[in-house]
Each structure stands twice: as C-alpha cells, then as structure tokens.
C-alpha cells in the first residue's frame, strides 16, 4: 500500500451530494441514538455523555491507525461524534444550566479555536489535507466541536427561538440551499464553505430527530428512538452502498 496512489489519497471521502446525504443521516441518527440512551433507556446526559466518548476515542484511534481510508470506518466514526455531541450539548445545555444560548456561545467558541490553531499549525484546515495522524487529530476534534455546536443550535432554533422542529429545519435548509449557491456561483473560498455546510448539517438533523421521536404535544411524531434510529442505520447503509465511497485526493 506505499504506492505513490497510496500516497496521494487522503483518509476522508471524497465532498459529494452523496457525502452531504450520508451526513445529515448520520447528525440525524446521532439526535435520535442519543435520545434513545439518555432518556428513553433512562441513564440521563451525563452517563450517557460517558458511553457515547468512550465509543468516539475508541472509533478515532482505529481510524488514525487505518493506513488508508475506510469508508465503513469513517461513517462510523462520523456518528460517534454526533451521539456524543448530542449528549454532551444536552448535558450542557440542561443538566449544567447555562441554556441554549450560553452552550452554543461556548462551543462556537471551542470550534473556532480549534480551527485557529489547526491553521497556525500547519497553514491549512482543507480536509484535502487530511493524511497524516497530527491533521486526523485536528480534524476530528474540530468536528466533534461541531457537532456539539449544531446540536445546541438545533435546540435552541427550535426550542428558544419558537419555531418548532418544522420551522427550524426550513431556516436550516435554506441556509445549506445559500451555502450551495455560494458554491456554485461565487469565488467564496471552498475550505469555508465546507465547514459552515459541514456545521449547518448538525442542527438540520438534530431538529429533524427531535420531529421524529418527540411527542405529538411538542410538535413531534413520536415515534419509537429505537426504530427511527434502525431505520436511519439502514438508510445510511443504503446510500453507502449506492454512492460509492472513494478517498479524497491529498492536497500537495
């Protein structure tokens, strides 16, 4: 495997419709698995914060040790970090008291830090650059960040601000729509883009699992935590399967 082809490929997936579909599955199956263990299993956020980050280190580390980029493990690593987001903004937000808005500030915070000295470090945060275990590391701690952040977002769009799980998913869909456009027709830089899309995608699935497994007096579907999140396992198992996974191209 220390081919030159080898070489040039990064440990991520190449950014496609399918990658940004996959996501939002994923954020979305993060909102309903981690509901699933803090509330209806009963082990409240913070020992379920406790499992889900036990889960995350352990699916980082096999995917820093993976010599080469493994879509099965990438997905899998993808969704420990939004479980464990979804707990830990939860924990945050509620059980610490600081609310929505004050969790949200925090994370913002964290995330942007992240991402500062991630580009001091190495002068980049492509994911193109993603090909080593020091960018890896920087990569999914900015991500497990994110995460976090749309997860408190998600919660306070649709819980503080008023507008329900229907009416938070339609601001955070026209604002991808809006990143989509800036893609498509602006200079505006694609690393930016990426990671303001990769964000959006969080609260659109967080507010999209709180519609499902709500109940009907919180403007929800209330369906089973344990069958929507089956059923969205299995969508992202599909999508994996039809929209095939190759390895982003490292930049030089």
């Given amino acids: 495997m220390n081919t030159p082809l080898h070489k040039s490929l990064a440990k991520v997936p190449q950014v496609t419709l399918g990658f940004w579909i996959i996501k939002i599955a994923a954020t979305t199956l993060g909102e309903t698995g981690g509901d699933a263990v803090t509330m209806s299993m009963g082990l409240g956020y913070l020992v379920g914060t406790g499992i889900f980050a036990a889960i995350f280190l352990a699916a980082v580390s096999a995917q820093i040790s993976a010599k080469r980029f493994r879509p099965t493990l990438y997905w899998a690593t993808i969704i420990a970090t939004t479980t464990v987001g979804t707990t830990l903004a939860d924990f945050a937000d509620r059980s610490l008291g600081i609310g929505y808005a004050g969790g949200s500030s925090l994370l913002l ?39 976090t952040l749309g997860t408190a977002l998600g919660d306070w769009t649709a819980d503080s601000a008023g507008l329900g799980y229907t009416g938070a998913a339609i601001v955070f869909a026209g604002l991808l729509v809006l990143v989509a456009a800036a893609y498509y027709w602006t200079a505006t830089s694609r690393t930016l883009l990426f990671w303001i899309a990769f964000v959006l995608t969080r609260p659109l699935g967080a507010v999209v699992g709180d519609f499902l497994d709500k109940p009907l007096s ?32 490292a930049a030089h």
């Fill in 109 to 147: 915070a964290l995330l942007l830090a992240s991402i500062f000295v991630w580009h001091r470090t190495l002068g980049t945060v492509s994911v193109a650059s993603v090909s080593s275990p020091q960018v890896e590391a920087f990569y999914w701690i900015t991500i497990m960040f994110s995460q």
């Fill in 218 to 249: 919180s403007g929800g579907l209330a369906l089973s935590r344990y069958g929507a999140s089956a059923v969205l396992l299995a969508t992202i198992v599909t999508c994996c399967i039809l929209f095939r996974q190759r390895a982003a191209r």
